[in-house]
């Protein structure tokens, strides 16, 4: 598409008085990866639940492939093509790691009892063909060799991994990653941006809340700076890191 895939158009939120999101406006194009961040509390996390549902904003609108998602169930946003990662991982830890990705796939046979009953045969073509599906986003995440292993017993950065298989697994075209490498090993975090880059190079769009300068420099073609629920600063890597407004608020 020529023009962007996401635009967020004038939002704002309040929490019992307090400002969340302070008329908030921005574009982003299909196969960008974008940076956003900002000191704790500048409404980063808010604006990635407004996106998806989780909140809905007082004002102002979000545009997904010119499609408002504001008032929309986060289920229906991520039917639309919308992906997202949490800053805590949420998997389910006592099942295996194969059976978090396959949870993740949409329109599974077993989500309806007549195609148990009815149409056995194409439910186990389809169960066949989602397994195959998540043992390549297993591949392509490197852990391929714990497919039958519990989650919980994944290291930290290997659950990171995970979770962003799982956002594959519902085919989203657009990834929102909360602090994807916050926490994890350093040769860990070399895994994970390696992922991120080759995610970008296969088309899909991102945005990215992360408190590591270094990744993001490293990973974002633009960045967006916000602080107390405003957009601050906008702009290529370099030029938001040496705004002074943003040396002033985050960075001295």
């Known amino acids: 598409m020529s ?11 309040r929490f019992d008085g307090i400002v969340a999101l302070s008329n908030v406006s921005l574009s982003v194009h299909p196969c960008e990866v974008v ?4 000191p704790n ?14 909140i809905r904003p007082e004002s102002g609108e979000i545009l997904f492939r010119d499609q408002n998602l ?7 946003v991520a039917r639309l093509g919308i992906a997202r990662t ?7 830890h006592h099942l295996t790691v194969l059976e978090n990705v396959l949870l993740c796939f949409q329109d599974q046979p077993g989500e309806r009892l007549a195609p148990l009953f009815f149409q056995q045969k194409w439910t ?46 519902g085919h989203a075209e657009l990834l929102l990653l909360d602090e994807p490498v916050a926490g ?29 300068m270094d990744v993001i420099m490293q990973t974002c073609g633009r960045i967006v700076f916000m602080a107390a629920g405003e957009k601050v600063a906008e702009g290529p890597p370099d030029a938001v890191r040496n ?4 040396v002033a608020a985050y960075l001295e």
């Open 124 to 169: 186990r073509t389809v169960e066949t063909a989602n397994r195959e599906k998540a043992m390549a986003l297993l591949a392509d995440v490197e852990l391929t060799g714990h497919a039958d292993e519990c989650a919980e017993v994944l290291s930290y950065g290997q659950q990171k991994l995970l979770s962003i298989a799982c956002c594959l697994a």
């Open 184 to 212: 994890v090993a350093p040769q860990m975090l070399e895994r994970i941006l390696g992922v991120i880059h080759a995610l970008s190079h296969d088309g899909k769009t991102i945005i990215i809340i992360e408190h590591n």
């Open 70 to 76: 504001v008032g929309k169930r986060p289920s229906q």
């Open 41 to 54: 509390g500048a409404g980063k996390t808010t604006l990635f639940n407004a996106i998806f549902g989780f």
């Open 3 to 13: 023009g962007p895939l996401l635009k967020i158009a004038h939002l704002s939120k």
């Open 35 to 38: 940076g956003l961040i900002g």
């Open 86 to 92: 949490f800053q805590d991982v949420r998997l389910i």
């Open 243 to 246: 705004d002074p407004r943003v």
